[in-house]
Every structure is written in C-alpha cells, then in structure tokens.
C-alpha cells in the first residue's frame, strides 16, 4: 500500500513516519511508498520501506497537493497546520493554510474521486482546541463546538468538511481531537500549554523549569506515543462502526499538575522536582483556565483508541523514546 | 442609519425589507438607505424609505459583495443561500455560494474594517439543519453540530466564522438557527418539508393537500412573521450580553401535525380539514424522521427573541398576513 503524510516534519508526523518505517507496514499490510511532504522537507527514517518520497511542499499554493493524490496512496495522513499561537497572530495565514490548505487537499481528492472512483482513507488531525469554555467539569461527548481561537475554528471547519465529504463519498474520513500532547521533546518553546511538558522534561534532564500556574491545575493530556497509536488505529480501524459522526475525541489522561509532579519524583527522585519553581504568570493562568480539564470520549474508546492510564504511565514513555531509557539525575 | 439585505428576494428576506420599509426605521432609529441584492434583482418595497436600491448580483462572483460593504452600511442583514435540496445535488454550487459567498462577505466587512475601523451589525440566516440525527426528544442548547446535509454543513460553516470574525471585532455578528417556516406563503413546492405548510395553506383557499406523514410526527416551528421579528430583534439587541457563542437556537414551536390540523379545524372549520388527504410517502417519512423534535432556545428567549406560543397564533397570521384576513370557505 501507499502511505501520504501531509505534515511530516512536525512532531507527531515524524513520529508516525518513523513507526510506520520501522513497522514497514500499516494494519499488517506492507507499506511499498511513503511519500512526506511538509513545509520544509522532512527526513526520511530509517527502517524497512524502501522507497520514502519526501517533498517540501506549501498546501497553501494552488493545486500544490494534487500531484501527490493523483498517486493514489490508500492513506492520506492530514497534519499540516501553523499552530494557534501563529494563527491568531497572522489571521490570513491562519485561514490560508488550516482552512484553505484542507479544503484543497480534500477537494484533490474529490476531484480524483470523480475521474477514477479512488476513495482512501483519510485521518485528520484535529484538536480539543474546538471547544471552548465555558464549560462543565467534564465536556460531554456531543458537546458544542464553540472554539475561542481561529486555530480551533479552522479546525472545527475541517471537521465538519470531513464529515460531509466522508457523506458524500468521496473518501473514508476519521478526525482525531487530540489532546494536548505531553511530554513534548525538544527544546521549551513560548506556547501557552508548554510548561505541562517542560516541568517534566528539563528536571529529567538535570535543566530547570518554571511552573506559571498552580499545581491543582486539571487538563487533559496523551503522550506522543499514544498520540501516534491514535493515527495508526484510525488508519486501519473498520469505519463502518462509527456512523456519521466522523470527529473523535481522543481518549486522555485528565490529570493535575499535582498528578505531574508525583510522578516526576517517583520516577526521577526529590532532586528532579527541586528543579520545579514556581513563578506565578497571570497571562498564562487565563489561558490555561479557559481550557478544558476533562473530556468524555466513551465513543473512541469503544472503538479502540487507547491512552496512558497515569502520569507515570506517559513518563516512562518519555525516557524509553527520548532518553534512551534513563534519566540524567541532577548533580 | 444603511441597512443591507443580502439575499432580499427570497420569502423571509423580502418580508423583512416590507417591514423595515413600512417601518421606515430600524430599532427606532429611521432608515436612510435600504440596499436590497439577491440573485435575481429584488422589487422594492412601499413605505417610508425613499432611498431604496434594488441591484442583481451574485454573491459567489469574485469581489461582488465589495462596493456593496465600501458604502459601510450599519447593519447588514446575510439570508443569501441556495436551499438544501439544491446544495445537496448541486455539490459545487451549493459550496460557492453558501460557503464561498459567506466568506466572501465577511472578508468584505474585514477589508473595510481594516481600512477604515467599519464595525457593523452582521445578522446571519443559519439553521436549524446544523442539527443532525440521532438526538434526544429535545436537542440541548450547547448540542454538537452533525450535520447530515452539505447545506446544513455550510451554514454550520457560516457559523463558525461569524463567531471568529466577530471575536476578532472585524464585526458584531449573530447568527440565527431558524426553525422550520410556517406557514410558507405561495405555491406548493417540492421541498420535503414542503407538507407542514402546504396542509394548512391549500385548505385555506379551498384546495386539497396531501399530507405524507402520520398526524403524530412533531416538528419545531415558527412563523414567518415570528422570523422577521428574528432579525430585526438581532440588528437592534444589545450583543453584549451574548458572550462568545453568537450563533443562537431560534425559539419555536413544538408541535405535531395533529396540532396544525387542530389549529386548521378551529380557524377554518371541519369542511377545510376535509380537504387534508393522507397519502403516507416512505421517503419523506425517512428523512423527517432525522428532523429536531424539538430544540431548547432559552439563551435566545432570555435574550428577547420572541415566537408564538399555539399553531392557531401561527395560522392566524397566515390569515392576516397573506390573505387580507379571511379565509376562503371550501364550497
């Protein structure tokens, strides 16, 4: 089978190429190509497929992404997106490629649709950034979209293209609201939710780390591990037993900071959490509290999305896939 | 004050110019200017507005909706769209206009914005079609939107960008989720809904009517006079009050045919009722089946958006509105 990326430099989607080279498959069928495209041209793993196509490539350019449909690969991966941060300071780039880059990828497929029957599968990257407070405890699973963001809005509008394309038939859609992804590796970055992973991953690496909000903050989060399980099973779970309602939330580990910290002294020791200060930041406490502390997603659950059950859980995740295994102890 | 009415040719579209024309204000505040637009040229109305503009445009074309906005009109009233059942066969029309022709709009309004600060009222005609099967007896005030149609997907599109240009300030939007208009005026037409009106209307001027459902399917409902006294209400409110989820169940009526065909018999007697023939028709009885039952408006009601209470307060004004008061006796 053939396998697209679009989005492949980005965290996840390199993260999914990489398993899917090493797996050298999808849902027990061979992969023979995997084409990358992003922005920037992504790296192409190592691992057991043979030929790996990777292209820069901007979605946003007019008729940029019919090239690679008219390949026909059976699974179109879709995470191609500037981040909210960006998007809401550049409205027209935001719109031009969240909305527009979706919409063309889609209509490329629509349009191969019409000249040759080709249906694939497609999976979506959305995100819970399509719900916005306020809200209860817990959102319900058939909750409102009411995104605060043109980030959560472009990707709500994705969502409801999905589902109406998927309708009509002209591919296969599944739509993944993710949580926020914690532990994120790399370097700290400035957005808003980077401390969930910074407080974890700089202490583990003897580094310090600012906590800006209380530690009986809740939100709801999946590792990067589990985030990559969710695509893979979307790309390869039978559709027929979802129904019209194509957008998914993801199952999520609803945790506190508190939770965070717990586990970062059981697996890293008394040191590692000394690393933690607490510096109080009002901006990012109203962020934080316009978010989401817990989310039903009975419906992905029954249809086999799975999650880390605990901090320790998505910890451990980190130092196998990030740290080799073993965590620096502070000096 | 400028008002425009994009989409003035349509049923609700010209009642409300008729309104605001007699009228000849807005809110208490006289009307200068009415701009009427619509596909097909609109006919100005009678009454107090001596400047009134009737122009064909077609709101899709590139630019069409741009001199309208540089004449900064104070309110502008968006009811343009294709109908559901020519969005549904027509793909690509249906996403031009509806969804194109909205974007275009508002990027209209955003231009001007950014030129000049330009802030109006945008009243939104949206649906209750955003609403898809399966829900409960009642749909929730913060339901998901699971649109089973491409129009109700483009008007939950609409929706979405007026409630992200309107937290931008590019505009003060509201966005109205119409209930099921009845009685329509006219002619029968082929429209699935086309029944609820047509078992009330043709009985009223003696004629026949064919009624494909059982008298126990319930429905939500409201007048067209209710809906025009909708978008002045939301051209005049006071939108602070609304929060960020700008886009507002309508109130209606929730009643079952049984409930008009009693309402039709109290105003026009048992010779009129006579005239309904049952004759069940196994699609229309499907796809009303996927139809809300009922939806919760009480944010729209605590905000004073009003709609009648029986469906003899809605055949009444049928009679006072479309024929002079008095119905015609069957022989």
């Known amino acids: 089978m053939k396998v697209l990326i679009v989005g492949a430099a980005g965290m996840i989607g390199r993260k999914l190429a990489e398993r899917i080279a090493a797996d050298g498959g999808l849902g027990g069928q061979p992969v023979e190509q995997l084409v990358m495209v992003d922005v920037v041209e992504p790296k192409a793993p190592g691992g057991?497929?043979?030929?790996?196509?990777?292209?820069?490539?901007?979605?946003?350019?007019?008729?940029?992404?019919?090239?690679?449909?008219?390949?026909?690969?059976?699974?179109?991966?879709?995470?191609?997106?500037?981040?909210?941060?960006?998007?809401?300071?550049?409205?027209?780039k935001g719109y031009r490629i969240n909305l527009g880059g979706t919409r063309d990828l889609f209509d490329a497929i629509r349009h191969e649709h019409g000249r040759s029957g080709y249906k694939p599968r497609v999976v979506f990257a959305s995100s819970i950034a399509v719900f916005g407070a306020p809200f209860d405890a817990r959102v319900p699973e058939d909750f409102a979209l009411t995104p605060l963001t043109s980030y959560g809005t472009q990707k709500a509008i994705g969502e409801l293209l999905l589902a109406d394309y998927t309708r009509r038939g002209f591919f296969d859609g599944v739509g993944l609201r993710l949580p926020t992804i914690c532990v994120r590796p790399g370097a700290?970055?400035?957005?808003?939710?980077?401390?969930?992973?910074?407080?974890?991953?700089?202490?583990?690496?003897?580094?310090?780390?600012?906590?800006?909000?209380?530690?009986?903050?809740?939100?709801?989060?999946?590792?990067p591990r589990a985030a990559v399980g969710f695509f893979l099973h979307a790309a390869t779970m039978d559709t027929s037993a979802i129904g019209p309602r194509r957008n998914l939330n993801m199952p999520g580990l609803s945790a506190t900071v508190g939770d965070e910290l717990d586990a970062l002294r059981t697996v890293a020791g008394d040191a590692a959490l000394s690393l933690v200060k607490q510096v109080p930041d009002e901006?990012?406490?109203?962020?934080?509290?316009?978010?989401?502390?817990?989310?039903?997603?009975?419906?992905?659950?029954d249809l086999g999305f799975t999650v880390e059950d605990s901090f320790e859980e998505i910890v451990r995740a980190h130092i196998e896939d990030e740290l080799g295994g073993s965590v620096r102890a502070p000096a």
Request: aromatic share 8%; net charge negative; proline share 6%.
């Open 188 to 223: 700290p970055n400035k957005a808003a939710s980077g401390f969930f992973s910074n407080i974890l991953r700089e202490p583990m690496s003897g580094k310090e780390a600012v906590l800006p909000v209380a530690d009986t903050v809740r939100h709801y989060f999946a590792s």
């Open 283 to 301: 901006t990012i406490i109203r962020i934080v509290d316009g978010w989401a502390p817990d989310i039903e997603a009975k419906r992905a659950r």
């Open 48 to 92: 057991k497929i043979a030929d790996i196509v990777c292209k820069a490539i901007d979605v946003s350019a007019s008729g940029a992404t019919e090239p690679l449909i008219a390949e026909r690969p059976d699974v179109v991966f879709h995470l191609a997106a500037i981040v909210s941060g960006e998007a809401e300071a550049d409205f027209e």
